[in-house]
């Protein structure tokens, strides 16, 4: 999930755009007006968003997704890249051979990624809200679709994604689904489970209350789901009872940190915590009702993160993708970084601080 405007990213990184002005009157003719915008090339950008699997991680590099071959996770290396999308992804999920990227205001795009070398766009789908992250599970997508809440879309022809149903709710922000239900992080309105089970007419389950902070991510593994909450940190909470999910457990950023995406693998649950020292934060989570920090490390900028083995994926914004050594919690080491300068063809990377 995206966790900064596109205003402010379209600024940040190098970024090339070619555009391509025309206007067309009655007659079919083509004559030079400004009166329309055309993309006809993107180069550069940041990275907000990354999908991470096996030796594979899936990130934004401005308007494109790239994918990058982490088989050897100190020397990540580019294995393919999308063409530019109409839009500024802010959420992606991998589900077998395709990408499902939502892209704010241009909904939600579908990408063929069977061949890692060339990435293609398959399919979209316009949702009404500005869509700012996506689940997929069972033939379905599920996006938190903003002020629009949960939006559901038949995925079983990727060419041609279908809205089946949707539930409303004031500010989604991220989604996690699981079995007949799905859960939404809904920002000042907190935690929200819906019963998807009749995909036409979903239904509000249960609720919790965040408190004075947002939720702005959420994951849910067995009986548990860990929030994302801002400046309340860290967020453990039971959801065996759907229609009364229960606050068990608590943990805290760095000191005024706020907690923008969360990762559990395991008995750790890995937190991106922005502050003027932006850190990637690890927690143990074996005690649910007591998640303790473990380690942490500094960052540039940290916006979402993924877990697979010993190694967290960051989506670091304008310092690229950048991968850390987890296999010690109680000292996360970063490993290797990706940025837009060598998707671009630059022969070397930029050194990462070990300190």
Known sequence: MIKKTTTLALGLGLTLALLLFSWRGAAGQTVQAGK?????NQLGGTTDVLYAEGD?????????????DVSDPTSPIQAGRSAPLAGWPTGIDVAGDYAYVTMGSAGLQILDVSRK????????????????GVYVAGGHAYVADGSEGLRIVSVADKQHPVWVGDYGTTDARAVWADGDYAYVADGADGLRIIDTGDKGAPTLTGHLD????????VYVAGDYAYLANDSGGLRVVSVVQKDAPDLIGTASCVTSAHAEAVHVAGDYAYVACSTSLETLQVFSVADKSNPSKTGGVGINEVYDVQAVGDHAFVASGQYGMLSVDVAQKDSPTPAGVVTDRVIMGHAESPSVSHS
Do not use: C, F, M
């Not at 594979?56 to 990058?68: A, S």
């Not at 070398?117 to 979209?124: D, M, N, R, W």
């Not at 965040?210 to 991510?217: E, H, I, L, Q, R």
């Open 36 to 40: 329309s915008l055309e993309l006809i």
């Open 56 to 68: 594979y991680v899936y990130v934004n590099v401005g308007q494109r997704i790239v994918i990058l």
């Open 117 to 132: 070398t060339l990435p293609i766009l398959l399919g979209h789908h316009d949702t009404p809200g500005s869509a700012e």
């Open 210 to 217: 965040p408190g004075v902070y947002p939720v702005k991510d």
